[in-house]
């Protein structure tokens, strides 16, 4: 298994597959990707996880831009099915409707669907799309097929935080769990007026939530806790992702991320810390000389808040 320096072991890979999307989200952080050119083939893909899971990563998350709109993203995943354990994909939703059971059919374990607000207008306003109906569609359809769903709402300030016990409920009413994830920037946009405009902390909410859970758990990664909460008569499960300065949160990263055009990144926060990976593959480095990539990646690795 990799442990990086600071004692954190590496058990996740978030892929993303193209930082391409077909919505616009004024919030978007693209996975902290830059500009570049090239883009992995399924059989590179499928090299680099094989290489992970033999240094003990048997979790991977597929996301984007938005994954889904690669043409070969079922070959994609039935590539690296076999060396993985966990295989989810995160993604906007908007082709759930027509691609939920082939993906299911392809191995995809899970996923998670990105659903800020469950009024129209404002969806647009956010997205720069009209396509509510089509994504409320598509969640329904990967509730029937895939356990759990999960809903990932980024909350913001005026926006959408008015909206959360709705969201709640409507978690329940299909069957997901809903996370509630802080809006996060990296230190140098801390004085920014996006951050200043929309940031809306989640920690009053918890407390609330620590009151009327009737049970909490909590994540080994990140140690994100988890509210399991009485609501019209369920048991809604709430996860609340807040990263900004919370270094708990940090100092349990076990994640390793790897760009659309073939690097390792060691935190979406950091712009300063892509190892080539695809590049030392085209030259026809041999699986050790990869694994020794692999290494040089981890050694790089920090807690971004410590
Ligand atoms: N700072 C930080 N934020 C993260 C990290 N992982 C996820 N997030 C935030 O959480 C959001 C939702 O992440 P997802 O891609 O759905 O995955 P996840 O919830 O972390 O993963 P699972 O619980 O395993 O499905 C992301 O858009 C980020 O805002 C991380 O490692 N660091
Ligand atoms: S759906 Fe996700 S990847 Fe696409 S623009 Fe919105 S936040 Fe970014
Ligand atoms: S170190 Fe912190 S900010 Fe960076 S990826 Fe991990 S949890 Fe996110």
Same mark, same amino acid.
């Given at each position: 298994m990799l442990i990086d320096r600071f004692g954190r072991p590496v058990t996740n890979l978030r892929i993303s597959l193209t930082k391409e999307c077909n919505l616009n989200c004024f919030y978007c952080h693209r996975e902290g990707q830059l500009?570049?050119?090239? /883009?992995?083939?399924?059989? @590179? $893909?499928? !090299?680099?996880? %094989?290489?992970?899971?033999?240094?003990?990563?048997?979790?991977?998350?597929?996301?984007?831009?938005?994954?889904?709109? /690669?043409?070969?993203?079922? @070959? $994609?995943? !039935?590539?690296? %099915?076999?060396?993985?354990?966990?295989?989810?994909?995160?993604?906007?939703?908007?082709?759930?409707?027509?691609?939920?059971?082939?993906?299911?059919?392809?191995?995809?374990?899970?996923?998670?669907?990105?659903?800020?607000?469950?009024d129209r207008k404002k969806y647009k306003m956010i997205t720069s799309f009209d396509v509510l109906d089509q994504v409320l569609k598509g969640i329904r359809k990967a509730t029937r097929l895939f356990h759990p769903v999960k809903l990932n709402m980024v909350v913001m300030k005026g926006i959408n935080d008015e909206e959360i016990w709705d969201m709640i409920r409507f978690a329940g009413k299909v069957g997901a769990i809903l996370q509630l994830i802080e809006i996060e920037v990296p230190r140098e946009m801390e004085d920014s007026q996006f951050f200043k405009d929309f940031f809306y902390p989640l920690k009053p909410l918890e407390e609330e939530f620590e009151k009327m859970a009737v049970e909490i758990r909590e994540r080994k990664m990140h140690r994100r806790r988890k509210y399991f909460l009485p609501v019209d008569g369920k048991i809604v499960e709430v996860e609340v992702v807040r990263s900004m300065h919370n270094t708990i949160f940090c100092m349990n990263c076990t994640r390793l991320r790897l760009t659309a055009d073939g690097y390792l990144k060691t935190c979406l926060l950091r712009k300063d810390d892509l190892i080539d990976i695809l590049g030392p593959m085209r030259e026809g480095a041999s699986d050790e000389e990869l694994v020794e990539v692999f290494k040089r990646a981890v050694l790089l690795r920090e807690p971004y808040w410590k």
């Open positions: 500009d570049g050119e090239r /883009r992995m083939t399924p059989e @590179e $893909i499928e !090299r680099i996880v %094989r290489i992970a899971s033999r240094l003990g990563i048997r979790k991977v998350k597929l996301t984007g831009g938005e994954p889904t709109i /690669r043409s070969d993203i079922m @070959e $994609i995943i !039935r590539k690296i %099915r076999p060396y993985v354990i966990d295989l989810s994909l995160t993604t906007n939703g908007t082709t759930l409707y027509t691609l939920a059971e082939k993906l299911k059919e392809a191995g995809l374990d899970r996923v998670n669907i990105s659903l800020d607000t469950l």
